[in-house]
C-alpha cells in the first residue's frame, strides 16, 4: 500500500505517475493525481483535463477563456481540434 501525496489515503489500488522531468507521485485516485498534476486555466481557474488551449505560452481550459483573456494571437483560436482552417 502507499500513501496519495494530496489527500494522504493510504489505498491498496494507488498508483505512481512518473514524469518526463522524472519525478514520481503517488495518488489514490485520478481526482487526486489531476489537482496536483493539471495545469490550472489562466482565466477561470478550472484543471485542464483535455487537450487546453495555450496562447503566448499561458494555458486555457478552452477557446472561449483564451479569447476573453485578449491575449496575443487569441483572435486567431480555433474551438475545433483538428479542424481544417479552411
Known amino acids: 500500500m502507499a500513501v496519495c501525496e494530496v ?7 494507488s498508483f505512481e505517475i512518473h514524469t518526463v522531468g522524472g519525478n514520481v507521485h503517488v ?3 485520478f481526482e ?4 496536483r498534476l493539471a495545469p490550472s486555466c489562466e482565466h477561470c481557474e478550472c484543471r ?9 505560452g499561458r494555458f486555457y481550459c ?5 479569447r476573453v483573456s485578449g491575449g496575443e494571437g ?3 483560436v480555433r474551438d475545433a481540434v483538428g479542424a481544417h482552417p479552411g
Open 32 to 35: 487526486c493525481a489531476a489537482q
Open 74 to 76: 487569441a483572435g486567431e
Open 7 to 13: 489527500c494522504g489515503n493510504d489505498y491498496w489500488m
Open 62 to 66: 478552452c477557446a472561449h477563456c483564451a
Open 27 to 29: 495518488f489514490d485516485s
Open 48 to 56: 485542464i483535463l483535455g487537450h487546453g488551449v495555450e496562447v503566448d
